[in-house]
């Protein structure tokens, strides 16, 4: 069914199910019915409401008083308080490996109050390695900077500067393997290699 002109009509939500429309009330809104940007006016200033306060002092406050008094002995909890609460959180939620006090940068340490606590330090393992020079025969020096240099793909100019520079760090971020094998390597021609 075409309207005059040849255009068929165009259907949309508000078209096929009017009843289910808002309809838009008749004159202006009241500062209480906007909400959205597009509810006021051009050049119209819009008031920004600030939060309320966590408490103001009238009595009118978002917490209980009960939330309150809880929140303040949060706060004064001392750094070893602070580790134990989250490891009970931990627990209780049972979040498992994701320690909470490593989420949050709490951690242990902090006046115990003449308490002994042993608190258990996760060691990170090492998974790459530096390859450090700390010093070579004189008689393999040519032989340690040939290996250097394959190794390192640098020049011969900055290789030789490298190794008679020791000690000096010489290859960094290698897998264990791979620096233990280097290693063997230059101790093989002669050098004091050490892993760092």
Not at 81 to 101: A, C, K, R
């Amino acid at each position: 069914m075409l309207k005059e002109g040849g255009v068929s009509p165009v259907k949309t939500f508000a078209t096929e199910n009017p009843e289910l429309v808002e309809q838009p009330k008749p004159g202006k809104l009241s500062n209480e019915e906007k909400v959205y940007f597009d509810d006021f006016e051009p050049g119209e200033p819009i008031e920004m409401i600030p939060l309320p306060p966590f408490d103001d002092g009238s009595g009118k406050v978002l917490a209980s008083p009960e939330l309150h008094k809880l929140a303040d002995r949060i706060l004064n909890l001392n750094l070893l308080e602070v580790h134990q609460l989250t490891l009970l959180f931990n627990d209780h939620f049972n979040f498992g490996g994701n320690d909470l006090s490593q989420l949050v940068g709490g951690g242990g340490g902090g006046g115990g109050g003449g308490e002994s606590q042993v608190v258990e330090e996760v060691v990170e393992e090492k998974t790459v390695f530096d390859i450090k020079l700390t010093g070579f025969d004189k008689k393999a020096k040519i032989k340690i900077i040939k290996e250097v240099r394959s190794a390192t793909e640098l020049g011969l100019k900055e290789a030789k500067e490298m190794v008679e520079g020791a000690p000096k760090i010489i290859k960094k971020d290698m897998k264990k393997e791979d620096a233990e094998a280097f290693k063997e390597k230059l101790e093989a021609l002669g050098a004091t290699v050490e892993i760092v």
